[in-house]
């Protein structure tokens, strides 16, 4: 979970074992994606959706975006 302003970049290095806390679960493919218009907006989201500890949150978030 993050944010970017290139997410194919960012995937790419994920999936490249350059993050060390990554790298050890590769390989990444993205599941859900938001995009903002700013970086503060991002930044206010990606805090709210860190501090949700629900699983079934995330997967009902996931499912009603397919």
Same mark, same amino acid.
């Given at each position: 979970?993050?944010? &970017?302003? /290139? ?5 790419? !290095?994920?999936?490249?074992? %350059?993050?060390?806390? &990554?790298?050890? @679960? ?5 599941? !859900?994606? $938001?995009?903002? %218009? &700013?970086?503060? $907006?991002?930044? @206010?989201? $990606?805090?709210?959706?860190? @501090?949700? @500890? /629900?699983?079934?949150? !995330? ?5 009603? &975006? %397919?």
């Amino acid at each position: 979970m993050g944010f &970017t302003s /290139n997410l194919a970049q960012r995937l790419s !290095y994920h999936n490249a074992g %350059k993050s060390r806390y &990554t790298s050890r @679960k590769i390989p990444w493919k993205c599941v !859900y994606i $938001e995009e903002f %218009k &700013t970086r503060a $907006e991002a930044m @206010k989201r $990606e805090k709210f959706l860190k @501090k949700q @500890k /629900n699983r079934q949150f !995330y997967q009902r978030l996931i499912q009603e &975006t %397919k």
